[in-house]
């Protein structure tokens, strides 16, 4: 198998069962596994909701280091949409030309850097990096604080031997609120600024929404992106003529990013917790439990994807769902295709070719279900080109 190829641990239990079940922390996840499904309890709100005690859609459960609640992603309809409506012109700005232009001059910096060092490790000296840089543009603060997120590591709620690392959240919510108090004696142009005046149902927003509307900007993003980065790094290594294909056909990006996020699928799944006895695939699900929303599945059903298995640059249908589906769709979606875009035509740019030098892939274990979803570290070996 070749370094950078995900394979889907999921395709037996979909085609035959629909459901897998897996065990976590005692409090059981069914996960839905095909497309139609996932969309259908992804849009039922109702049923599936997201408001449930903070921490448990999360597989793993975070109901044992989090009371915050996270905003808008644990919240449903209606104050779903009044939270989203406050902050979706915000998380839109990755659109916008001097965002775009902002970003650019990070990457080329980066991949200059990159250049220069010839040999490097993908994960902390590359993808941790970008993206901390990067959020400081999401976030409109000096460029300068990227180096305290960078120095926290990969993951902000798990240690190597800990995916539930409370401590380290705490490093996190501390993080938060000392910035949270500072923008309310010297407010800016930031985000936290922007959220502290912003109005909800008729009063300014709390300091512990803001929080929460915090933590996930942190959060949802991170591991993320690092492993879209990293993987779409090892991918243009093993596969040049793919570079070669961007390269002569620029116009493609937008499409091959699309697919490269699909076939990573970043966010192996979401949880949701049942409020009403119900029935997916003819499984019974009962009042009270959890399902989860598994997108890395549904973006390899053959029913929906032709040759789901294989990254296929100009894909022309590609419903994927990488990045969610329904009113809960990533916020931080525009941010990170940019991210994908600017890094991508950029390597085109500068790089001709990039080589493995060794590595160490990351796996996460649902029940039965291995799923690779990056790299815990990738030396590789940049060749600039000329
Ligand atoms: C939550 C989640 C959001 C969660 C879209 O995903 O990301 C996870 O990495 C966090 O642990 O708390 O923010």
Redesign the pocket.
């Known amino acids: 198998m070749s370094k950078s190829e995900l394979s889907d641990p999921f395709e037996k239990a979909r085609t035959e069962k629909g459901i897998g079940v897996i065990n976590d922390q005692n409090d059981p996840v069914q996960m839905v596994l095909r497309h139609k499904d996932v969309r259908r309890c992804a849009h039922n709100w109702k049923t599936y909701q997201s408001g449930a005690e903070p ?1 448990r859609i ?1 597989v793993p459960s ?1 109901v044992k280091i ?1 009371d915050t609640r ?1 905003i808008p ?1 644990e919240v449903d309809p209606p104050e779903h949409g009044e939270y989203r409506a406050l902050i979706e012109d915000w998380f839109r700005r990755p659109l916008n030309e001097d965002y775009e232009k902002r970003l650019q001059e990070q990457i080329n910096l980066l991949v200059e850097e990159t250049l220069d060092l010839g040999k490097l490790e993908v994960v902390s000296e590359f993808a941790l990096i970008l993206q901390s840089r990067a959020l400081t543009l999401l976030l409109n603060i000096p460029y300068e604080e990227a180096q305290t997120w960078i120095s926290w590591g990969i ?4 240690s190597e031997d800990n995916p539930l690392d409370g401590a380290k959240a705490n490093i996190l919510y501390d993080y938060i609120d000392a910035q949270i108090d500072k923008a309310i004696e010297n407010p800016g142009e930031d985000l936290y600024s922007t959220l502290l005046s912003s109005v909800f149902q008729g009063r300014t927003l709390t300091k512990e929404e803001v929080k929460g509307i915090m ?2 900007t ?7 992106v690092i492993n879209a980065v990293t993987n779409t790094i090892s991918y243009f290594a093993e596969n040049p003529k793919s570079l070669e294909r961007l390269r002569n056909e620029p116009e493609i990006i937008g499409k091959a990013v699309e697919e490269l996020v699909r076939y990573f699928s970043p ?1 192996t799944h ?1 949880g949701r917790v049942v409020t009403e006895n119900a029935e997916i695939c003819e499984h019974a699900i009962k009042k009270d439990s959890r399902i989860s929303l598994c997108w890395a599945s549904a973006n390899r059903d053959a029913s929906v994807f032709e040759n789901p298995n294989e990254i296929i640059l100009d894909r022309k249908m590609n419903p994927h769902v990488a990045f ?1 589906f329904s009113h809960h769709n ?1 916020l ?1 979606a525009h941010h990170a295709r940019q991210i994908l875009k600017v890094l991508v035509k950029t390597l085109t740019k500068k790089v001709q070719s990039i080589d493995i030098l060794s590595h160490q892939d990351n796996h996460e274990e649902w029940g039965e279900f291995k799923r690779k979803v990056g790299f815990e570290r990738i030396e590789v070996n940049f060749n600039r080109r000329d």
Do not use: P
């Open positions: 921490g999360v975070e989090r996270q992603f993951h902000v709620f798990r933590i996930l942190f959060a949802g993003g991170r591991d993320t966010l979401m969610g990533c931080g």
